[in-house]
């Protein structure tokens, strides 16, 4: 059975705004990190960038904390938008759907709970859809979650993935936690959702084949806790070394859609690793252009390439590289064997009418 991926639905957080305004805002709320070097160098690589972001600029200084339940609210609006313009694209009824993976991170506390169950209320999915949440998969999320979905694919039914990344908004970054390195990740981030149909059925429009997945985590927790709070370089991580379709002797991916936590690792990827430049241009361009947003970002780089389709035919690598430890892939391959909609067999709750 080959299980195919719909093209994206993607949400986007609702105020459009530059990395210049975002810049001129963080310098007047932090002035005394106005000038640090790594903060001026982080501004002048994105200067001129638009970023979505689920709360506006402010005007003023005024210290608003984001508590869980807002972002637990805004959470649940982008992700269903999301889902709506997934499940349309892919042809498939919200009643038809079998399975459904959430991505959320970070980890959920107890004051912000995990989404899956509001994802099946507000969609009007099946009571008895099979739901698998996951938390504190870092960069590797919406990777993983499609390995999980190609599984339950296999079952017979459609599953429906959705991701999104919410970051911390400007009004509430305090004294007490603004860093250089935290200002300048407020440039690099954009706020919105993705989601997408993993099914085995004939596609509604032409998209992604799973031809096989490859999951990685690394044993020795020490160095990955060391990885994460000094980072390391993209090359250098086990998983990426570890991965068998990247080898000597293997045929390097006609394109590849990259999270590797940044735009920093990323091209420090492009320079040193077995990827191709031309395989990792729509990642580059993708994160340059319309920022990271987290959990979000392998499949919204995954509605880009719809944008601008490989061949048919062309294989492909899909990775996501958490710092240090996770590592998950999905070797994918682009067709364009679509089904016309007229065409597409009624489900059976569709028959019964």
């Known amino acids: 059975m080959q299980i195919h991926v719909s093209p994206p639905g993607i949400a986007h957080g609702q105020y459009d705004m530059t990395t210049d305004e975002v810049a001129a805002v963080l310098c007047r709320r932090h002035p005394e990190l106005a000038g640090h070097p790594d903060f001026l160098t982080a501004a002048r690589a994105v200067t001129g960038r638009r970023r979505r972001r689920i709360r506006p600029c402010p005007d003023d200084r005024v210290h608003e904390p984001y508590a869980a339940e807002d972002r637990h609210g805004d959470l649940r609006v982008l992700m269903g938008q999301a889902c709506r313009r997934a499940l349309t694209s892919a042809g498939t009824a919200a009643q038809d759907v079998g399975g459904l993976v959430v991505v959320q991170d970070p980890p959920s506390a107890e004051s912000d709970p995990f989404l899956d169950s509001d994802v099946v209320l507000t969609l009007g999915l099946p009571s008895t859809t099979a739901r698998v949440p996951l938390t504190g998969l870092s960069s590797t999320g919406a990777v993983h979650a499609l390995i999980v979905a190609e599984d339950m694919a296999r ?38 959702a993705a989601a997408v149909v993993v099914s085995g059925g004939a596609l509604a429009e032409r998209g992604l084949v799973i031809d096989a997945t490859w999951q990685y985590a690394h ?4 160095v990955s806790a060391q990885a994460e709070q000094l980072g390391c370089l993209v090359k250098d991580h086990p998983g990426f070394s570890a991965l068998p379709w990247l080898r000597p002797g293997q045929t390097p991916p006609g394109f590849a859609l990259v999270h590797p936590g940044g735009p920093a690792p990323l091209h420090s990827l492009s320079q040193a690793g077995p990827l191709p430049q031309q395989a990792l241009e729509p990642s580059i361009v993708g994160i340059a252009e319309d920022g990271d947003s987290g959990a979000a970002a392998v499949l919204q780089l995954l509605a880009r390439l719809h944008q601008r389709p490989p061949a ?42």
């Open 219 to 222: 044993r020795d927790t020490q």
């Open 155 to 192: 079952l017979g039914k459609p599953v429906l993935v959705v991701a999104a990344g919410i970051h911390q908004p400007l009004t509430a970054i305090g004294s007490d936690t603004a860093t250089p390195a935290a200002l300048a990740r407020q440039l690099m981030v954009s706020d919105g």
């Open 312 to 353: 048919a035919g062309s294989h492909g690598l899909l990775l996501g590289l958490a710092p240090g430890h996770l590592a998950a892939a999905c070797r994918v391959r682009w067709t364009t064997s679509a089904i016309p909609r007229q065409k597409q067999p009624k489900s059976a709750h569709e028959a019964a009418f």
